[in-house]
């Protein structure tokens, strides 16, 4: 079982989350028109055996969306930030 | 004016339920007054704190914590969000900063007692409900069947459970079947009528 350490309710099984999406894609800026650089952003993901940065919601909770950490191989649960803290704790943590 | 009625006002039926003996839980609604849901952005702090304040709240207490002020209860359930019970029309409070928002048709609450209660919560959410990690004065945001709900924890083996109104037979339901092997009694006071008129 999965475990999320959400920074609003705490420790919560997984069955209250849904998972959103891949967070570590960035979009392209919007004047870019390399056709490729659009393809990956909207079609192409890895699948990286390891750690993984993901969108998650916390559907049956405080309904924020969070990012965490997922290792894809052992299902450990790494750092997790309200979505719109992560960019501020990822330049934190880069200090 | 039309009464307005709680959605369960036609499912609740006194009595007693479930397997002889001793009953562990009891089982009831309750009127809810004053509902408000206030939200804003960054700087919902400094916006939120005078309507607060004008209520005799300090600052809507903390994510697993209500806070109390005489009638009035407030629940902090997101970084920019508190949800009040007991409030007057906060409508006249809203601004670019903060958006007020009546949730008093929109909930309806559920209340859960007796020696078993927390077994019950248990076996319906996947949250630790014990004595120890849920005391009288903490909230909790979960899920009971799939439907979001908050739990209050009023007194020592006491509950108010605030669910959506459009999802609250279909909680009830789960809570008339899991509390039917430890007993449990629908007291005959119970108030299912919903006040949209907010205390003044």
Known sequence: MIRIDCPVCGLRDETEFTYGADASVTRPAMEDTGMQHWVDYVFNRDNPRGWHREYWHHVQGCRQWLVLERNTLTHQIGTCHLARDADLAVKEAAK | ?200
């Not at chain 2, 002020?69 to 359930?77: D, K, L």
């Not at chain 2, 559920?110 to 319906?124: E, V």
């Not at chain 2, 279909?170 to 629908?186: D, K, R």
Request: negative net charge; hydrophobic residues 45%.
């Open chain 2, 1 to 200: 004016m039309a009464e307005a009625l709680s959605p369960l006002h036609h499912t609740i039926t006194p009595g007693r339920y479930g397997v002889a003996g001793d009953v562990g839980i009891t089982l009831g609604t309750r009127q809810i007054a004053g509902l408000w849901q206030i939200a804003g952005w960054q700087g919902f702090d400094r916006a939120a704190a005078p309507v607060l304040a004008a209520m005799g709240l300090h600052d809507g207490g903390s994510y697993r914590r209500a806070e109390q002020a005489g009638a009035v209860t407030a629940w902090r359930i997101a970084p920019d969000k508190i949800l009040i019970e007991g409030a007057p029309d906060l409508s006249a409070h809203s601004s670019d900063d903060l958006v007020t928002l009546d949730l008093g048709h929109a909930r309806t609450a559920i209340t859960l007692g007796g020696a078993a209660a927390r077994d019950l919560l248990m076996q319906l959410c996947a949250v630790d409900c014990s004595a120890a990690a849920f005391a009288p004065g903490a909230f909790i945001q979960t899920g009971i069947h799939h439907v979001g709900v908050l739990i209050h924890c009023t007194g020592p083996d006491s509950f108010d459970i605030l669910v959506p109104g459009t999802w609250a037979e279909t909680i009830w339901e789960a809570l008339h079947h899991n509390a039917l092997p430890h007993g449990y009694e629908v007291s005959a006071d119970n108030n299912s009528r919903i006040s949209r008129t907010n205390p003044t």
